[in-house]
């Protein structure tokens, strides 16, 4: 049964036109991640790149993968708090407990977000100091620090897709979100899931394209009504 949205309030309507401009930052920040990952990141990324071509490509781009870090990790961990709490506003009459619940994740995935981004591009640095002095400890503590932040953020996509699918069940039917983009994302949410699977990782990519599209049209959707 579709629910309609009663009247908002300005506080809802604020909250409506910040989690839009945190949607549609999200969205740029991955298509800005993407972009680099296939043009200049690519000799950095290649599962055939040795450890030591690893460390000399971020020796001589460190630039890059600092602001590479910044946006796809701290950018994008500011801009899903307000898109999560402007979804949590908006589905919690109507389901409260997946909507809660689907925020706890949200904030949580910001969380890593933003200690991925501050353990890489510190990283970053302490790996090029120490590569002028011992590359061989340098890279140990580059696989060391990759490690770590593939586990927090980069290796698989387990929080972000549990929240885009608690979010899209939770509006399900009630007019709250457009039928569409809750298919869309359920299916980048599986996608997300799959990624936990030994061998299966690259199917990230689908939740990296699926969410684009996800966060760029729950945007729009909230801009909308912001502007009602």
Same mark, same amino acid.
């Given at each position: 049964?579709?629910?309609?949205?009663?009247?908002?309030?300005?506080?809802?309507?604020?909250?409506?036109?910040?989690? %839009?401009?945190? +949607?549609?930052?999200?969205?740029?920040?991955?298509?800005?991640?993407?972009? &680099?990952?296939?043009?200049?990141?690519?000799?950095?990324?290649?599962?055939?790149?040795?450890?030591?071509?690893?460390?000399?490509?971020?020796?001589?781009?460190?630039?890059?993968?600092?602001?590479?870090? &910044?946006?796809?990790?701290?950018?994008?961990?500011?801009?899903?708090?307000?898109? %999560?709490?402007?979804?949590?506003?908006?589905?919690?009459?109507?389901?409260?407990?997946?909507?809660?619940?689907?925020?706890?994740?949200?904030?949580?995935? %910001?969380?890593?977000?933003?200690?991925?981004?501050?353990?890489?591009?510190?990283?970053?640095?302490?790996? /090029?100091?120490? %590569?002028?002095?011992?590359?061989?400890?340098?890279?140990?503590?580059?696989?060391?620090?990759?490690?770590?932040?593939? +586990? =927090?953020?980069?290796?698989?996509?387990?929080?972000?897709?549990?929240?885009?699918?608690?979010?899209?069940?939770?509006?399900?039917?009630?007019?709250?979100?457009?039928?569409?983009?809750?298919?869309?994302?359920?299916?980048?949410?599986?996608? /997300? =899931?799959?990624?936990?699977?030994?061998?299966?990782?690259?199917?990230?990519?689908?939740?990296? &394209?699926?969410?684009?599209?996800?966060? /760029?049209?729950?945007?729009?959707?909230?801009?909308?009504?912001?502007?009602?």
């Amino acid at each position: 049964m579709t629910t309609t949205i009663p009247n908002p309030t300005r506080e809802q309507l604020s909250s409506s036109r910040s989690g %839009a401009i945190g +949607g549609l930052v999200a969205a740029a920040t991955f298509i800005y991640g993407i972009a &680099l990952l296939v043009t200049s990141l690519t000799d950095y990324v290649e599962a055939d790149t040795t450890v030591a071509e690893s460390v000399s490509f971020l020796v001589a781009n460190q630039t890059t993968l600092f602001t590479w870090y &910044l946006v796809i990790f701290l950018v994008f961990g500011v801009a899903i708090i307000p898109l %999560a709490r402007s979804l949590h506003r908006r589905l919690a009459d109507v389901s409260p407990q997946l909507a809660d619940i689907g925020a706890v994740f949200a904030y949580i995935w %910001a969380g890593l977000m933003f200690a991925t981004g501050m353990i890489s591009n510190i990283g970053i640095t302490a790996v /090029a100091d120490l %590569a002028e002095t011992d590359p061989g400890a340098a890279e140990a503590l580059w696989l060391s620090i990759d490690a770590v932040t593939e +586990g =927090l953020g980069g290796g698989n996509e387990l929080v972000g897709g549990i929240w885009i699918l608690l979010v899209s069940i939770a509006a399900w039917g009630t007019g709250r979100l457009p039928t569409g983009l809750n298919v869309l994302g359920i299916v980048s949410a599986v996608s /997300a =899931l799959i990624t936990l699977v030994p061998g299966l990782s690259d199917v990230g990519i689908i939740f990296g &394209l699926g969410s684009i599209a996800w966060f /760029a049209w729950t945007g729009v959707v909230l801009l909308r009504r912001s502007n009602a």
